[in-house]
């Protein structure tokens, strides 16, 4: 398992309902490429988060697909819109398949 | 051995085509990509939109946007990366809004390209010019 990985989230406490708004994740990962040589020219295995998801009380909000060329501690920026109170859960799978997971509440208000 | 400048010329044309067999090479990766995204539709220009600085001076921390409005799914590409795949959105039901940013790494110059997949099928593409100073992807 990859170390220190810690997710951040930010979600507004209130919301409109019917009016979209911006939802900004960030989690501490190394992502390695795979694509790196240590000193003795041995390839650096990939260790990477693959897939990122956040839900809405069941309800997909969004789903990315990660690649190698996404930057160290990947960072996520999009837009939700709701129309009732409820739960965020935002997923990250590693590629050595651990899972971190993050919640957070909103009121529609 | 004598070189004639006929033998010049030839050797000089196949150095030249080798040199950018690799090129060749990551362009093949990103038609692949392209064709398995597409999945058959065509795939023309424009309706898709992708913010990325003209200049990244750090090619391991590239900031990029897409926003395609009546998108399901959008790739993002680096044809120059050793892997073109980047990432590949997929919006929800309640996404507010078929747009998305997030930081990528890019191991040169080149145009980094997103693709659409709109509701009905379609696909669209749209590319932005990064010029790199330092390349992101290692060794």
């Given at each position: ?36 040589k240590d000193?003795?020219?041995n ?52 590629d ?13 208000g | ?60 921390t ?16 680096a ?61």
């Amino acid at each position: 398992m990859a170390e220190n990985v810690k997710p951040r989230v930010r979600v507004p406490r209130s919301a409109t309902a019917g009016e979209a708004f911006e939802i900004k994740t960030l989690i501490s990962h190394i992502m390695e490429s795979g694509q790196r040589k240590d000193g003795d020219g041995n390839t650096i295995p990939r260790s990477i988060i693959n897939h990122f998801s956040c839900d809405f009380n069941g309800e997909n909000v969004i789903q990315a697909t990660l690649e190698g060329s996404i930057s160290t501690n990947p960072y996520f920026q999009f837009d939700a819109v709701i129309s009732e109170s409820g739960t965020f859960t935002f997923t990250w799978n590693d590629d050595d398949g651990s899972v971190y997971t993050d919640s957070k509440d909103i009121t529609v208000g | 051995m004598q070189f004639t400048r006929r033998d010049t010329l030839v050797m000089g044309a196949g150095a030249a085509v080798a040199s950018f067999m690799p090129l060749q090479a990551f362009a093949d990766a990103t038609d692949d990509q392209i064709m398995a995204f597409a999945a058959g539709a065509e795939v023309t220009d424009g309706g898709v939109e992708l913010t990325a600085p003209e200049i990244a001076e750090n090619g391991n921390t590239v900031p990029i946007s897409v926003s395609a409005p009546g998108a399901v799914a959008v790739l993002i590409l680096a044809p120059g990366n050793p892997l073109p795949r980047v990432i590949e959105f997929n919006f929800g039901a309640l996404a507010g809004s078929q747009s998305a940013s997030t930081r990528c790494r890019l191991a040169g110059t080149q145009e980094v390209m997103a693709l659409a997949k709109m509701a009905d099928g379609s696909v669209k593409r749209t590319s932005a010019l990064v010029k790199v100073t330092i390349g992101g992807c290692g060794g």
